[in-house]
């Protein structure tokens, strides 16, 4: 039901946009973030949005991503900037009707992940 995409491989200082994509549901009144995980490590918040706007990052990332929504087409992005080596991990995003949910990693739906891979 969602669908992450955009992953792939780039050189360290690249940019990558991820895509979350609902396909039996609108995401308009849903709480969506991005999460990722990398091998052997645990999955980590990296960003939320509200059905609002309002956002929040993890500290690895603030200044360097953005997550953005269009709720006309029920899609969440993650826009990566300046990316480094140790952003690579599988990104996954989900969603839930509550930010708690989403905050303590056990949101209603969570879609498939999509491969970063930033090389040195």
């Known amino acids: 039901q969602l669908q992450a995409s955009g992953g792939g491989s780039v050189q360290a200082g690249g940019s990558l946009r991820l895509s979350c994509a609902a396909s039996?549901?609108?995401?308009?009144?849903?709480?969506v973030g991005w999460f990722r995980q990398a091998p052997g490590k645990q999955r980590d918040l990296v960003a939320v949005?509200?059905?609002?706007?309002?956002?929040t990052y993890a500290n690895f990332v603030k200044g360097r991503f953005t997550i953005s929504r269009d709720n006309a087409n029920s899609t969440v992005y993650l826009q990566m900037n300046s990316l480094k080596p140790e952003d690579t991990a599988v990104y996954y995003c989900?969603?839930?009707?509550?930010?708690?949910?989403?905050?303590?990693?056990?949101?209603?739906?969570w879609g498939q992940g999509t491969q970063v891979t930033v090389s040195s």
């Open positions: 949005i509200a059905s609002g706007g309002s956002t």
């Open positions: 039996e549901r609108t995401l308009s009144n849903y709480y």
């Open positions: 989900a969603a839930s009707r509550s930010y708690l949910a989403v905050m303590t990693k056990q949101p209603s739906y």
